[in-house]
């Protein structure tokens, strides 16, 4: 809780913020404490409640002593002289960076989530394709077999078929390999050499 004159010079300090003391702050503005920049921003608002006559709510970040960033949402109201012209200011600051802190990790997650639910939506599309290329290859194989008992082995094109049969049953097993990514088969381990 603050007060201030019209030269902005702290008059009244409860409960200083940021690492401060009344000491520090009674008799002061915010240049002769506060960071260039954190100064002028309160500044500007609080001259805008001098010039305005009107409160303002606010929210900003401030540096505290550290140099860490600290986040305070607060208010000014006017303070008038006897002639109704504002001649200084009351107001509040609250810290809010445990809750800004925990509004950012919010986001995180759910940047997370959404990141997770696109990639469950992937393993979908893709056991939906792969299912249905299974049982295209499925068809291949089989045709492929049964021209094989057909086909004299002693002809060239049975070796063409042979290498339809390979190629359709190398194309099966990453098949499997997308269908257990996308969670629609079991995977079925086996000891290799």
Do not use: C, W
């Amino acid at each position: 809780i603050i007060m201030q004159d019209r030269d902005l010079r702290y008059r009244l300090v409860i409960n200083p913020q940021l690492g401060l003391t009344e000491e520090d702050m009674i008799g002061k503005t915010d240049r002769d404490f506060l960071e260039k920049q954190d100064a002028e921003k309160l500044i500007a608002v609080k001259r805008k409640v001098l010039d305005t006559g009107k409160p303002v709510q606010f929210e900003t970040s401030l540096q505290n002593l550290k140099g860490e960033a600290e986040f305070f949402d607060g208010s000014f109201v006017p303070q008038f002289d006897a002639t109704g012209r504002p001649d200084g200011l009351f107001g509040y600051f609250r810290n809010v960076t445990e809750r800004k802190r925990a509004e950012e990790e919010n986001a995180t997650l759910e940047a997370q989530l959404q990141q997770a639910q696109k990639m469950e939506s992937v393993g979908r599309l893709a056991g939906g394709v792969a299912h249905d290329f299974n049982n295209m290859l499925g068809v291949i194989i089989g045709h492929a077999e049964l021209a094989l008992e057909q086909v004299d082995p002693a002809q060239p094109l049975h070796t063409d078929l042979q290498e339809i049969r390979s190629a359709a049953t190398r194309s099966a097993n990453l098949t499997r390999q997308l269908l257990a990514f996308a969670r629609k088969q079991t995977v079925l381990p086996r000891v290799v050499d």
